[in-house]
């Protein structure tokens, strides 16, 4: 088990596009693990490579609710398609998100209801996904992380210059940082 420091907002590997893993070899076996353990400990629902520093194309997702068992996997070379997403003002107590390389804040944004990712898993087999409501909303914030976008890129007003004011006060935008979940 190894607990790997995730990249803060300003990294270049978060704001590139990942590349395609070509081969799912025995180090990409124990990235997807430390990535679980990283993700557990956080703890957050989602964990796309690039934000451990590696620019590819899989995340990790593990999402728990009402006593039920967790709905987790890895999807790698993802592809994403969503229905359109509603026009109307945004709900912040329901559609807020937050990012652990934006850690410590939540902003509202509008998100597709439903989505349907295909990829592989782990042993190559491909994997079918369809999905939706908070869970829907973890696969596009996963699936933007890798083409170098964050959810903060995505922010409306007001909640795009209150995401840039945190990130100055809090010394991010700059390449380097990371934090270690405990
Ligand atoms: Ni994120």
């Known amino acids: 088990m190894a607990i790997l420091p995730i990249r803060i907002w300003g990294d270049p590997v978060l704001h590139e596009p990942a ?3 070509e081969t799912i070899t025995d180090d990409i076996r124990a990235l997807v693990h430390d990535m679980f353990d990283t993700m557990i400990a956080a703890p957050g629902v989602g964990l796309a490579a690039p934000q451990v520093g590696v620019p590819l194309q899989l995340y990790v997702y593990s999402y728990a609710r009402d006593g039920a068992p967790a709905w987790r996997g890895v999807v790698i070379n993802p592809e994403l398609w969503m229905i359109p997403t509603e026009i109307g003002e945004l709900h912040a107590e329901t559609e807020s998100e937050g990012c652990l390389s934006f850690p410590g804040v939540k902003y509202p944004i509008r998100r597709s209801h439903r989505v349907h990712v295909t990829g592989l898993d782990l042993d190559g087999n491909n994997v079918a996904i369809d ?3 908070w869970r829907a909303r973890i ?3 996963e699936f933007d ?4 976008i964050v959810y903060i890129n995505r922010l409306t007003e007001p909640y795009h210059s209150e995401a840039t004011r945190v990130a100055a006060r809090e010394g991010w935008g700059v390449p380097g ?6």
């Open 139 to 141: 696969m596009q914030h």
């Open 19 to 21: 590349q395609p893993v």
């Open 177 to 182: 940082l990371s934090w270690i979940p405990d």
């Open 145 to 148: 992380h890798l083409n170098g």
């Open 131 to 133: 999905i939706a409501g």
